[in-house]
């Protein structure tokens, strides 16, 4: 009789738990995963796959302008984002389920449910009492909306995909990845969009000359960017919401769109009382081979804190599967791991910025560039382009690659350089 339920209990069925677990029972463990909200996670869900859509439609109006440059007449238009957002919804509906079908057709028990760590090999589910030998934590982040009053009136990436419709005024509050692509989406679709940041420059921990392309080029499109502003609190109208602003001014808006980061979602777990140690935020401690402070519980994913991608989680995944159960132990690598932020412009990096080059190198050549792309030498747009290569001058070993322009990317954000 087996000692144990279950060999792999995994806690959270985002990309990084499903490979987890669908690598590990390839290895031929027995496994099952919980999950209390959707299959898939917050990338599939609330994340990269129903933003890249929403950017996709935001594109169209500026592709229905610049047609006319090129001899085509487009009719009169206007953006249905009922059908739009059911559209997305059906896609979503598909992606579950074709989540669901890779757990299972991989012999993977799945418990639509919350699990909680009772003891270092004990769970709870549905006031079940479960064992397994190894308990993997991959339970993702939470957007947080800061304490300020007037805060419940306030959404986040989570209620944006599920707006009954498209605002005509928003605020979206946050300089990171997030805010700076739904500026771009609400924009596109036709809404007027006011992108606040506390700094004095959004997209904190990219190349300078990356930051301050994507900011001229959403000046030019007309969204308000303000740098160095808060929002002191939110009031509720009899239509729409006042944000009160930084400096005593104030704005009328339909919605304030928080995206100034998330948090590790490691409530009500059970990590304290099985001994697993946490930061203050939340995040789950973890050492290179994603072990935590207790021999048999891991984590991976966004509630480490570590990269918040999700291919880094997949990755995070496999090595744990590699290390319990193929006779492999794997150390995910954070060196040189790809990231586009889906704004518009697209921007595309690899590698150090320049200023990290220069501190960690001790002579660069840098190649930079800025040109109009030959398409709207017709359409008459200003876009521009800027292509940058930071190399090591006494090796010539490329460094850095780092892209901003309104082209087409493809979906590689997280994946390692070779």
Not at 126 to 151: E, F, H, M, R
Not at 180 to 199: C, D, N, P, Q, T
Not at 280 to 303: F, H, M, P, Q, R
Not at 347 to 373: C, M, Q, W
Request: glycine fraction near 10%; aromatic fraction near 8%.
């Amino acid at each position: 009789m087996a000692q144990y339920d279950y060999d792999l209990f995994t806690i959270g069925a985002g990309s990084g738990g499903v490979r987890a677990s669908r690598v590990s029972a390839s290895y031929g463990a027995k496994v099952a995963v919980a999950e209390e909200r959707y299959l898939g996670g917050t990338c599939v869900n609330v994340g990269c796959i129903p933003k890249k859509l929403l950017v996709y439609a935001s594109h169209f109006g500026a592709d229905f302008e610049d047609a006319a440059a090129f001899g085509w007449t487009v009719g009169e238009r206007h953006v249905d984002w009922a059908k739009l957002i059911a559209n997305k919804n059906k896609e979503i509906s598909r992606l579950n389920d074709v989540y669901r079908k890779l757990l299972r057709d991989s012999g993977v028990t799945i418990m639509d449910s919350h699990a909680e760590i009772v003891d270092p090999h004990t769970l709870v589910v549905d006031g079940k009492q479960i064992t397994a030998n190894y308990i993997l934590v991959a339970v993702g982040s939470w957007p947080i909306v800061p304490k300020i009053p007037g805060a419940e009136h306030a959404i986040t990436s989570n209620e944006a995909f599920y707006l009954p419709s498209l605002p005509e005024k928003v605020i979206i509050v946050g300089g990171g990845y997030v805010g700076v692509e739904f500026a771009g989406i609400f924009h596109g679709l036709g809404a007027k969009v006011m992108l606040l940041h506390r700094g004095p420059l959004f997209l904190r921990g990219f190349d300078d000359d990356c930051r301050e392309t994507l900011a001229e080029e959403m000046k030019k499109q007309g969204i308000d960017l303000r740098f160095n502003t808060r929002v002191e609190g939110i009031e509720k109208l009899t239509a729409g919401l006042r944000a009160m602003l930084t400096g005593g001014t104030t704005a009328d808006v339909d919605h304030v769109f928080y995206a100034t980061g998330r948090d590790p979602n490691t409530q009500a777990l059970g990590l304290e009382e099985a001994g697993v140690r946490t930061k203050e935020n939340g995040a789950v401690i973890v050492d290179d081979y994603l072990k935590t402070s207790v021999d048999n519980i891991y984590a991976i994913g966004d509630c480490t804190d570590r990269l918040m991608l999700t291919p880094v989680a997949i990755a995070e995944g496999r090595a744990v599967a590699e290390t319990l159960f193929n006779n492999n132990p794997t150390r995910p690598s954070y060196v040189n791991v790809p990231s586009t932020v889906f704004s518009t412009p697209n921007v595309a990096t690899v590698g150090l910025t320049e200023a990290e080059a220069r501190e960690r190198h001790r002579s660069i050549d840098v190649y930079k560039t800025n040109f109009r792309p030959l398409k709207h030498t017709l359409t008459g747009r200003e876009d521009k382009i800027m292509m940058k290569i930071v190399v090591d001058a006494q090796t010539d070993k490329v460094l850095a690659a780092i892209w901003s322009g309104r082209m087409p990317a493809k979906s590689y954000r997280g994946w390692r350089w070779p």
